[in-house]
């Protein structure tokens, strides 16, 4: 097979705001030629597919400024520092076979944090669904699904300044036929939602 990588030779940030980078890579392609190559740097991120003890799921309608409308979707976030560190020494237990270094443990504690901040609800139980690289041909984005199950309006919401949310339960087959008929735009709940569909039904 030929050979495709592609070769490093600087990268630096072009731009930086919250959230994100953009990051600008010179780099050497196969044939020797070499170019920039930008792309959107940023933390991993968490996206959380909550059922209540009866099936429901809880679900967040968000205002998403980059396409001018009302986004139904799932609780999801970008994982914070805090997550990363083992508690009581506990071992830690990565997938870094797959490149990605974040622990069970760490995943975990950010899917209660998002779920907790965004909707109000803690889980009962946590079980890992996937992990994917959404949009790997202009960023760096690594997204952890995770299933969080029993779960109950037991916490308080804490969104942030540029949170427009609002929440709600519906039944997990009228989310399931919101896929399938295109009613549900939001790629990250789509992709949950399949994974469960697939694990699960």
């Keep these: 097979m030929d050979n495709l990588s592609w070769e490093t030779l600087d990268s630096a940030v072009d731009y930086a705001c919250p959230g994100f980078d953009v990051r600008r890579d010179e780099v050497r392609f196969p044939d020797g030629e070499t170019d920039g190559f930008h792309y959107v740097d940023e933390p991993p991120a968490v996206v959380v597919l909550p059922l209540t003890p009866d099936g429901d799921v809880v679900v967040i309608d968000e205002w998403r400024?980059?396409?001018?409308?009302?986004?139904?979707?799932?609780?999801?976030?970008?994982?914070?520092?805090?997550?990363?560190?083992?508690?009581?020494?506990?071992p830690k237990d990565s997938d870094s076979e797959n490149g990605n270094p974040e622990t069970t443990d760490a995943i975990e504690r950010a899917a209660a944090r998002e779920l907790a901040e965004e909707t109000g609800y803690e889980a009962a139980s946590f079980e890992?669904?996937?992990?994917?690289?959404?949009?790997n041909g202009m960023a760096d984005s690594?997204?952890?699904?995770?299933?969080?199950?029993?779960?109950?309006p037991t916490a308080e919401r804490e969104l942030d300044?540029?949170?427009?949310?609002?929440?709600?339960?519906?039944?997990?087959?009228?989310?399931?036929?919101?896929?399938?008929?295109?009613?549900?735009?939001?790629?990250?709940?789509?992709?949950?939602?399949?994974?469960y569909e697939l694990l699960h039904r």
């Design 161 to 195: 300044h540029n949170e427009s949310i609002a929440v709600e339960t519906v039944p997990y087959d009228d989310l399931l036929a919101a896929v399938v008929d295109d009613g549900l735009r939001d790629g990250r709940a789509v992709t949950a939602v399949l994974w």
């Design 65 to 90: 400024q980059a396409v001018g409308r009302v986004n139904r979707g799932i609780p999801a976030g970008t994982m914070e520092p805090e997550d990363g560190e083992p508690e009581n020494g506990e």
């Design 142 to 152: 690594v997204h952890h699904h995770v299933l969080a199950t029993g779960c109950e």
């Design 128 to 135: 890992r669904l996937t992990t994917v690289e959404p949009t």
